[in-house]
């Protein structure tokens, strides 16, 4: 006959042994959405909304995406001919940094994928504001960001097809 020690010890091992499988499938959760690789401007799928001088192509170099920092360098051609770069690198803490001399980002995950918050720190645009929400294909070959300015709907959609890893 066993004893009431023997019989709690072994129910006790049996609860614990019933909930390792849940314990080991919240260490293997769903890795983050990731940028890492080499993506270009979809114009044909972008809508650039009522933007007067919209990006007519764009590389983006992700270097580091390890799901706590994000490493990139953004280099534009707008429609007038000027380009932009940003450079930015930083932790996925949603603190702005700066992404060039009049632009500052900072970044943070979503359920989705990944959300910054902006703002112009320079420049004819000083102090205007804004957001993206963004999100990976299932196939993670293309990227689509959601923004606009703070305060109003989103009102662009641009859109990244990945050309390496």
């Not at 129910?11 to 983050?32: D, Q, Y």
């Not at 650039?48 to 534009?76: K, M, S, W, Y």
């Not at 703002?119 to 999100?135: L, N, R, V, Y």
């Amino acid at each position: 006959m066993k004893s009431v020690v023997q019989m709690t010890a072994i129910g006790l091992t049996g609860c614990l042994l019933s909930a390792l499988p849940f314990a080991v499938s919240a260490l293997r959760a769903e890795p983050t959405a990731s940028q890492l690789g080499k993506w270009r401007f979809n114009a044909a799928e972008s809508n650039q909304g009522a933007n007067p001088n919209p990006v007519i192509e764009a590389t983006l170099d992700v270097p580091r995406d390890d799901g706590n920092h994000l490493q990139f360098h953004l280099v534009e051609t707008l429609k007038n001919g000027a380009e932009n770069e940003v450079k930015w690198n930083g932790a996925y803490d949603g603190k702005p940094r700066a992404g060039s001399d009049v632009y500052a980002v900072g970044y943070a995950h979503t359920s989705a994928g990944w959300s910054d918050k902006w703002e112009m720190t320079g420049g004819p645009a000083k102090g205007i504001k804004g957001f993206d929400e963004c999100s990976l294909s299932a196939d993670g070959k293309k990227q689509t960001c959601r923004g606009g300015v703070d305060g109003s709907p989103p009102s662009y959609t641009l859109v990244y097809d990945k050309v390496a890893q």
